[in-house]
T-cell receptor
Framework: GENVEQHPSTLSVQEGDSAVIKCTYSDSASNYFPWYKQELGKGPQLIIDIRSNVGEKKDQRIAVTLNKTAKHFSLHITETQPEDSAVYFCAASGYSTLTFGKGTMLLVSP | DTAVSQTPKYLVTQMGNDKSIKCEQNLGHDTMYWYKQDSKKFLKIMFSYNNKELIINETVPNRFSPKSPDKAHLNLHINSLELGDSAVYFC???????????FGQGTRLTVV
């Protein structure tokens, strides 16, 4: 089955800095890669996703890049704000359900 | 207009009891899921249903039994609860089983 590795497990940045979270996956058949943000006491919320026919996707301060050859994808958050503080999960799916990484706790200090 | 709603939000119960968690989605999605999130925040799929039919059943004890009366509902029944069942359980839905899932707010189950 699919295995998704996510790094780092914790990330502390100053407000205004950029944050990068990286994931690798094992199944070359995976073709859909979403990112989720989970705030305390809430369910994971889909923030951006990318499919395997695209190398990069942007949505305001958030971008995701995908390297299918190397089987890794990354989340980039620019101009971080305190409200970006949360746990972020990457995931991968192919012909079955989503397999999640173990999450990155992002802390943005004012 | 909650998209994926699950009840109850908190559930405290004694070992050996039987309990149910209900989930409903109003997004018109075909696929629904149950995920378990442990104390280390790891999200693991338990079950996946597509149009009321079970399509994925990960290595979950048979004390856990999902029920889908229609494609908008997927309930989770747990028999003979054990301490290790304590976790947050999330219901989710997606348009197909290849696209991103939308999650409910979670049910925090505590077995004492």
């Amino acid at each position: 089955g699919e295995n998704v590795e996510q790094h780092p497990s914790t990330l502390s940045v100053q407000e205004g800095d950029s944050a990068v979270i990286k994931c690798t996956y094992s199944d070359s058949a995976s073709n859909y890669f979403p990112w989720y943000k989970q705030e305390l006491g809430k369910g994971p919320q889909l923030i951006i996703d990318i499919r395997s026919n695209v190398g990069e996707k942007k949505d305001q301060r958030i971008a995701v890049t995908l390297n299918k050859t190397a089987k890794h994808f990354s989340l980039h958050i620019t101009e971080t704000q305190p409200e970006d503080s949360a746990v972020y999960f990457c995931a991968a799916s192919g012909y079955s359900t989503l397999t999640f990484g173990k999450g990155t706790m992002l802390l943005v200090s004012p | 207009d909650t998209a994926v709603s699950q009840t109850p939000k908190y559930l405290v119960t004694q070992m050996g009891n039987d309990k149910s968690i209900k989930c409903e989605q109003n997004l018109g999605h075909d696929t629904m899921y149950w995920y378990k999130q442990d104390s280390k925040k790891f999200l693991k799929i338990m079950f996946s249903y597509n149009n009321k039919e079970l399509i994925i059943n990960e290595t979950v004890p048979n004390r856990f039994s999902p029920k889908s009366p229609d494609k908008a509902h997927l309930n989770l029944h747990i028999n003979s609860l054990e301490l290790g069942d304590s976790a947050v359980y999330f219901c989710a839905s997606s348009p197909t089983d290849l696209s991103g899932a939308f999650f409910g707010q979670g049910t925090r189950l505590t077995v004492v």
